[in-house]
């Protein structure tokens, strides 16, 4: 019999210490995998159950569902129900428990950066959601009634199925508008209701973006962008004649007795909720206004500053422009007689496509290159018929996985030509929401981020860029003009950026007053009025708008401050190395995010 040797109390220690390192490794990686299997679940049933409860916003964000696996869904147009709210309040509220019990730093790098934004949004939709009747879906500015045919105007037609899907939503447009109709009877049981005066303009609206008269002619633009949109398909040999045939017979019919009526009984409803007792007033004026409004300004902006830090910034920036301009001024006199003569050089491109080509040229040296191909660029007007209702540009984003064709809408009867046009493109165009866009979404497609990242949406982080880019192109509209021997020219556009970044900086300060320290309109009138708006109507309008539209100009005029405090603290923490290309592609790169995340990766 072989006796078996003793094993010593050394070899005994250090094969404890290897197991219970092997164990330790072990737990390690499963608590790893765990936490990042669970996020992978929360995140990819996140964002397919989105997509497949609109399929409007589906469209707009995918070309191509199935990649992303989407393959069954049924075309559905969301609508508003108190229950639904409610559901979905509950679900947020599970979605972010969820996500609070994953630990992050278990999650890679670009996952931790997403849970961070994702835990972020989510309190802040939970806070909003303690409101449910203090935000306006009908706005006169800018509500459902003039958004809705522009997303349908341009819903591309990529397949039969795409033809299918937008009639099937064009057929649910009654009960769209009647769900909305029904939160404005609600709103208004619960003592929001909507003045007056913004309701009769929302109806004037009703009656003349979709008429009869138009239908029978066969003229309206969701007649003639539908038969365009076919025509094309019929040359890619996507649909046979009989088929196209079919699908505008179907969409004439369903405009004529769908949304003409959707329309019709909108407005009728809205007829009965009108209240001339209701007077227009910021939302300090309802209960607990200011605390909504410190929340709706972290939502559309980004910026987690407290509000008496906000207004310190844009006092300073007011000073630092009223300055500029008072310079120019001074040391130029000439342009005030420019001014008072109303005289203005020709502008050395005419047509969009030369400006948006200068435009590219003059920022290459500056910012990085889009991935992949070049992106087709289409400069469309705004159909007449929307032109009162619209913004004075706009640009529709392109699909996260097709950003090949681009289309920017200009209002002809908003924006004239010359420097105008100019700056308006850099904004919509280069280096402006297209460029920013399309660099980000393939980007993301090929580092693998994840699409739900697309459920986010960061309104300061986009249209702050843009308007620093718009800003910069004034820059590069200067250069072209001295270029073409126009000295007087150049020096207006110069006087021109700064004035526009005083007016936005006005708005901006404006809207703090309106609807955080509820300042009234004959407040407001005093403040336009010392800065020569002494018009009644011009300054009534401005109050209007400001009403209706609460923090949309801080959404601009704050996310750019917001960019430049961000360049500041790069130049401070790189030195040297600091460059604007290397902080264009640091902000590009980290791609749309809340500005408090975008501070501590530039720390980091």
Same mark, same amino acid.
């Given at each position: 019999?072989?006796?078996?040797?003793?094993?010593?109390?050394?070899?005994?220690?250090?094969?404890?210490?290897?197991?219970?390192?092997?164990?330790?490794?072990?737990?390690?990686?499963?608590?790893?995998?765990?936490?990042?299997?669970?996020?992978?679940?929360?995140?990819?049933?996140?964002?397919?159950?989105?997509?497949?409860?609109?399929?409007?916003?589906?469209?707009?964000?995918?070309?191509?569902?199935?990649?992303?696996?989407?393959?069954?869904?049924?075309?559905?147009?969301?609508?508003?129900?108190?229950?639904?709210?409610?559901?979905?309040?509950?679900?947020?509220?599970?979605?972010?428990?969820?996500?609070?019990?994953?630990?992050?730093?278990?999650?890679?790098?670009?996952?931790?950066?997403?849970?961070? +934004?994702? %835990?972020?949004? $989510?309190?802040?939709?939970? #806070? *909003?959601?303690?409101?449910?009747?203090?935000? !306006?879906?009908? =706005?006169?500015?800018?509500?459902?009634?003039?958004?809705?045919?522009?997303?349908?105007?341009?819903?591309?037609?990529?397949?039969?199925?795409?033809?299918?899907?937008?009639?099937?939503?064009?057929?649910?447009?009654?009960?769209?508008?009647?769900?909305?109709?029904?939160?404005?009877?609600?709103?208004?049981?619960?003592?929001?209701?909507?003045?007056?005066?913004?309701?009769?303009?929302?109806?004037?609206?009703?009656?003349?973006?979709?008429?009869?008269?138009?239908?029978?002619?066969?003229?309206?633009?969701?007649?003639?962008?539908?038969?365009?949109?076919?025509?094309?398909?019929?040359?890619?040999?996507?649909?046979?004649?009989?088929?196209?045939?079919?699908?505008?017979?179907?969409?004439?019919?369903? +405009?004529? %007795?769908?949304? $003409?009526?959707?329309?019709? #009984? *909108?407005?009728?409803?809205?007829?009965?909720? !009108?209240?001339? =007792?209701?007077?227009?007033?910021?939302?300090?004026?309802?209960?607990?206004?200011?605390?909504?409004?410190?929340?709706?300004?972290?939502?559309?902006?980004?910026?987690?500053?407290?509000?008496?830090?906000?207004?310190?910034?844009?006092?300073?920036?007011?000073?630092?422009?009223?300055?500029?301009?008072?310079?120019?001024?001074?040391?130029?006199?000439?342009?005030?007689?420019?001014?008072?003569?109303?005289?203005?050089?020709?502008?050395?491109?005419?047509?969009?496509?030369?400006?948006?080509?200068?435009?590219?040229?003059?920022?290459?040296?500056?910012?990085?290159?889009?991935?992949?191909?070049?992106?087709?660029?289409?400069?469309?007007?705004?159909?007449?018929?929307?032109?009162?209702?619209?913004?004075?540009?706009?640009?529709?984003?392109?699909?996260?996985?097709?950003?090949?064709?681009?289309?920017?809408?200009?209002?002809?009867?908003?924006?004239?030509?010359?420097?105008?046009?100019?700056?308006?493109?850099?904004?919509?165009?280069?280096?402006?929401?297209?460029?920013?866009?399309?660099?980000?979404?393939?980007?993301?497609?090929?580092?693998?981020?994840?699409?739900?990242?697309?459920?986010?949406?960061?309104?300061?982080?986009?249209?702050?860029?843009?308007?620093?880019?718009?800003?910069?192109?004034?820059?590069?509209?200067?250069?072209?003009?001295?270029?073409?021997?126009?000295?007087?020219?150049?020096?207006?556009?110069?006087?021109?950026?700064?004035?526009?970044?005083?007016?936005?900086?006005?708005?901006?300060?404006?809207?703090?007053?309106?609807?955080?320290?509820?300042?009234?309109?004959?407040?407001?009138?005093?403040?336009?009025?010392?800065?020569?708006?002494?018009?009644?109507?011009?300054?009534?309008?401005?109050?209007?708008?400001?009403?209706?539209?609460?923090?949309?100009?801080?959404?601009?005029?704050?996310?750019?401050?917001?960019?430049?405090?961000?360049?500041?603290?790069?130049?401070?923490?790189?030195?040297?190395?600091?460059?604007?290309?290397?902080?264009?592609?640091?902000?590009?790169?980290?791609?749309?995010?809340?500005?408090?995340?975008?501070?501590?990766?530039?720390?980091?």
């Amino acid at each position: 019999m072989k006796k078996h040797s003793s094993i010593s109390f050394r070899q005994l220690f250090f094969g404890l210490c290897f197991l219970l390192a092997f164990s330790g490794m072990t737990l390690f990686l499963f608590s790893w995998r765990r936490d990042e299997k669970r996020f992978t679940n929360i995140t990819n049933t996140l964002f397919v159950n989105d997509m497949k409860a609109n399929t409007l916003n589906m469209h707009y964000t995918l070309a191509n569902p199935e990649d992303f696996g989407i393959h069954d869904y049924e075309p559905v147009l969301s609508c508003y129900h108190a229950d639904l709210a409610l559901q979905s309040q509950a679900e947020t509220e599970n979605t972010l428990a969820a996500l609070k019990a994953i630990r992050p730093d278990k999650l890679s790098e670009s996952d931790a950066i997403l849970w961070r +934004l994702m %835990t972020r949004s $989510l309190e802040n939709t939970l #806070a *909003l959601d303690s409101f449910p009747y203090y935000s !306006e879906p009908l =706005s006169p500015s800018s509500g459902a009634q003039s958004r809705l045919p522009i997303l349908l105007a341009e819903y591309t037609f990529r397949g039969k199925r795409d033809v299918e899907d937008y009639l099937a939503l064009l057929d649910q447009t009654d009960d769209y508008f009647a769900s909305l109709l029904v939160y404005e009877q609600e709103k208004s049981a619960a003592g929001y209701g909507m003045p007056g005066s913004f309701l009769r303009e929302v109806r004037r609206q009703c009656d003349t973006i979709i008429t009869g008269e138009i239908l029978d002619a066969g003229t309206h633009f969701l007649q003639t962008t539908f038969q365009e949109r076919l025509e094309k398909m019929l040359q890619e040999k996507l649909i046979t004649p009989k088929e196209a045939a079919s699908y505008a017979a179907q969409n004439n019919r369903l +405009l004529k %007795t769908v949304l $003409l009526p959707a329309y019709i #009984a *909108l407005g009728d409803g809205l007829l009965q909720l !009108e209240d001339d =007792s209701i007077l227009p007033s910021g939302l300090a004026a309802l209960p607990d206004g200011q605390t909504y409004y410190e929340q709706l300004l972290i939502s559309e902006t980004g910026s987690y500053r407290p509000i008496s830090e906000i207004q310190k910034m844009l006092t300073a920036q007011f000073g630092r422009e009223y300055d500029e301009i008072k310079k120019l001024a001074r040391n130029h006199p000439e342009i005030v007689q420019n001014l008072t003569l109303d005289t203005t050089e020709d502008f050395p491109y005419k047509n969009a496509s030369q400006m948006l080509l200068d435009l590219q040229n003059r920022m290459a040296e500056d910012f990085p290159a889009i991935p992949g191909p070049s992106s087709d660029i289409a400069v469309k007007a705004v159909s007449p018929s929307l032109e009162a209702y619209c913004a004075p540009a706009f640009y529709l984003t392109a699909p996260l996985d097709d950003t090949a064709a681009n289309n920017i809408y200009i209002n002809r009867s908003k924006t004239p030509d010359g420097l105008e046009l100019y700056t308006t493109l850099a904004h919509e165009g280069y280096p402006g929401h297209l460029y920013q866009t399309v660099y980000h979404n393939r980007t993301a497609l090929s580092s693998g981020e994840r699409p739900a990242r697309q459920l986010l949406w960061y309104g300061g982080y986009q249209e702050g860029w843009a308007l620093y880019v718009e800003f910069l192109s004034y820059d590069y509209a200067v250069q072209l003009l001295l270029e073409d021997n126009q000295e007087t020219a150049a020096l207006m556009a110069r006087l021109e950026r700064h004035n526009r970044s005083l007016q936005l900086c006005l708005y901006s300060l404006l809207d703090i007053m309106i609807h955080y320290e509820n300042a009234g309109y004959s407040q407001i009138a005093k403040v336009l009025e010392s800065f020569g708006i002494t018009d009644s109507e011009s300054s009534r309008s401005i109050y209007n708008y400001i009403i209706q539209s609460p923090c949309n100009y801080p959404k601009y005029y704050l996310g750019y401050l917001e960019i430049l405090s961000l360049r500041e603290q790069a130049k401070e923490l790189w030195g040297k190395e600091y460059t604007d290309y290397r902080f264009h592609c640091f902000y590009l790169d980290c791609g749309p995010s809340d500005f408090l995340s975008l501070q501590e990766r530039l720390q980091s």
